[in-house]
Antibody, heavy 119, light 110 residues
Framework: EVQLVESGGGLVKPGGSLRLSCAAS????????MTWVRQAPGKGLEWVAS????????FYANSVKGRFTISRDNAKKSLFLQMNSLRAEDTALYYC????????????WGQGTQVTVSS | QSVLTQAPSASGTPGQRVTISCSGS????????VYWYQQVPGTAPKLLIH???QRPSGVPDRISASKSGTSASLVISGLRSEDEADYYC???????????FGGGTRLTVL
């Protein structure tokens, strides 16, 4: 069974940093592209960043480019999102998700970790 | 403003058939697979359809989907109260180099 478990969320002041983690199990992690998707309170889904299976390609949404860094450790079956210079508009539930294939949307999703940016 | 366009709401009575549409462009739906998700408020999105019209195991066959050109549709037949949820479409977009989502359609079972 595919499982994705996020951690690392919390309350942080504007300008602060957080590092999200996602522990994967139940599939061959190193064979899949992975992605972070966020959902602000009462809003829809917004893609944040994607990383290909070996990390050979990385893509970011314009809204986070230059502030967020996606990375992965295939040996530890883990995905990360380093978030710097956080803004109030980054407040959201952050989901770790597996992509269905190269250049495809996500198929399996974690339960999410809440990030709140407030003074 | 979402890249993929969905109507904000839809409704139907139990047993009815409901169609949820998703409109995009050549840089997303036109060239890439469409995915559909169901999200019950307070829970994570659940995959309903992948690769345009493929149902994962466990999704009932009263759920179907299709794609034509730069648009896609999700059809729920034999509507049930437990179908009440938000539904999202998604696809890769090669001008943004990332996944794009519709704004979501809230389905109400009357």
């Amino acid at each position: 069974e595919v499982q994705l478990v996020e951690s690392g969320g919390g309350l942080v002041k504007p300008g602060g940093s957080l590092r999200l983690s996602c522990a994967a199990s139940g599939f061959s992690f190193s064979s899949y592209s992975m992605t972070w998707v966020r959902q602000a309170p009462g809003k829809g889904l917004e893609w944040v960043a994607s990383i290909f299976s070996s990390g050979q390609y990385i893509f970011y949404a314009n809204s986070v480019k230059g502030r967020f860094t996606i990375s992965r450790d295939n040996a530890k079956k883990s995905l990360f999102l380093q978030m710097n210079s956080l803004r109030a508009e980054d407040t959201a539930l952050y989901y770790c998700a597996r992509e269905g294939g190269y250049y495809e949307a996500p198929d399996y999703w974690g339960q999410g970790t809440q990030v709140t940016v407030s003074s | 403003q979402s890249v993929l366009t969905q109507a904000p709401s839809a409704s139907g009575t139990p047993g009815q058939r409901v169609t949820i549409s998703c409109s995009g462009s050549s840089s997303n739906i036109g060239d890439y697979y469409v995915y559909w998700y169901q999200q019950v408020p307070g829970t994570a999105p659940k995959l309903l359809i992948h690769r345009n019209n493929q149902r994962p195991s466990g999704v009932p066959d009263r759920i179907s989907a299709s794609k034509s050109g730069t648009s896609a549709s999700l059809v729920i037949s034999g509507l049930r109260s437990e179908d009440e949820a938000d539904y999202y479409c998604a696809a890769w977009d090669d001008s943004l180099n990332g996944a794009v989502f519709g704004g979501g359609t809230r389905l109400t079972v009357l």
